[in-house]
């Protein structure tokens, strides 16, 4: 069963007065899908919706909407011109709007060595995740190998346990490749939320550093990762230039509060940073704001 289909059941299963204190107390925590199961439920039973509308408060706290808006009229074929002239009549002010549309990602743009760059990066992430999910397999299959020769069946059951979800993620992440990670940036930028960039430090005895290896982390609204190595001037120069225009309104930088924001809520990411003023877009570096 999907969550979805058990959201749809958990609401079908409250009273009446139970589903409207639901939705009065917990709809601010509740994500877009699970919002709309929650509203289809009360349409079907003729209840009144209007306690799901977002108050004005609420409305204060969703800055991103607006970017939202103007990506949706961008795809629409909107010039710049007439998506500013929209923003501003959502009571904008022009440098809120100026910075809404840098943010805005390409469209119809095409950079081959960043897309071929980053399809190779996220296979070889994936495979060298994989590598250790087979060493993991490996281990359970001996596990059970030695129980069976043992006659231990409880080596046997905790190995077997152990084995299934090491073949679950194994076989899922060939879904989440390079090829998903592409279509991701290029068809669905605004999944895509934070760059998390992390440097390595190699050193002898931790005293002398060797040399740095850089590491830039894509994270998602619906909290997925994935790590893409960044090393030498030239990689460096064709990454960036490609988020910067593929992914434009990605937050990018690292400290424990923003880690925190993220892993306390993925899809209202933006928004959290946006509100305690921390939000930093790759559009926005170098723009007087």
Known sequence: MTNIEQLKKNYAAMSDEKLMHFAATEKNGLTKEARAVL??????????????????AEL????????????????KGSSNDTIFSKLIARNLTEEQVAGIIKCLPETFY??????????????TSVFAVNLARLVYIGLCIFGIAYGVSRSSWPTIAASSVLLVPGIYFFIRSHSFAGNFWLKTIKSTPENIVWIKPITVKHTIWYIVTLYKTYHFQLYTR???????????????KIFFEGIKKYIPHAHIGYNLNIEEMYERNPEG??????????????????FNR
């Not at 619906?222 to 460096?236: L, W, Y």
């Open 60 to 75: 204060n706290y969703d800055k991103e909407r607006h970017w939202f808006f103007a990506l949706d009229e961008k795809r």
């Open 222 to 236: 619906d909290n997925r990762c994935i790590a893409i190595d960044c090393n030498g001037d030239d990689e460096q």
């Open 39 to 56: 509203l289809n439920e009360f349409e079907n039973r003729n209840l009144d919706t209007a306690i799901l509308e977002p108050s004005a």
């Open 269 to 286: 990411f933006i928004n959290a940073l946006q509100n305690k003023q921390v939000y930093e877009p790759l559009g926005l570096i170098g």
């Open 110 to 123: 095409s950079d081959e060595p960043f897309e071929d760059f980053i399809k190779s990066k996220c296979e």
